[in-house]
């Protein structure tokens, strides 16, 4: 709640903030609480600065957690390819492969996190849940 009003704060002092929009917006989708509105915040900082890596996947972990698996795939996919050694941007379009049931996809970005970050704990976790699924799938054949 004090990160919220922080950022609150800088914001209606300097409302055209792409920065303070994408940090308020990401504080939103990580928490998991004012989902429309961090959409919202994250579209406006992504008209503002395209380019920003860290913003675009702030959009995409949005999406993400508005369960809108589609669009998030497609906005992290354009993050990675801006910023494609950012183990956080990586484990993000994982875990949204994961939810679309594109496992080795998400196998590979989960790899490739943590080549960049091996203690990203995230990223081991939903690894192991991928290896699980994958090795029954094959004992089933």
């Known amino acids: 709640v004090q990160a919220e009003r922080a950022y609150r704060a ?11 929009m994408n940090n308020l917006a990401y504080f939103y ?27 675009v996947d702030t959009l995409g972990w949005a999406q993400y957690k508005k369960k809108r698996y ?14 494609p050694d950012d183990p956080t941007l990586r484990y993000h379009l994982g875990a949204t492969y994961f939810k679309l049931g594109k496992l080795w996809n998400s196998r590979i970005e989960l790899e490739k996190a943590l080549l960049l970050d091996r203690e990203m704990l995230e990223a081991k976790k939903l690894l192991r849940v991928i290896r699980r699924v994958q090795e029954r799938k094959v004992s089933l054949n």
Do not use: H, Q, Y
């Open 70 to 83: 589609s669009d998030a795939a497609r906005t992290l996919e354009r993050a990675v390819r801006l910023k």
């Open 29 to 55: 989708a990580e928490e998991g609480i004012k989902l429309d509105e961090a959409l919202l915040l994250a579209e406006r900082a992504v008209r503002l600065l395209p380019n920003d890596a860290n913003i």
């Open 10 to 20: 800088a914001l209606t002092t300097a409302p055209n903030s792409a920065a303070l």
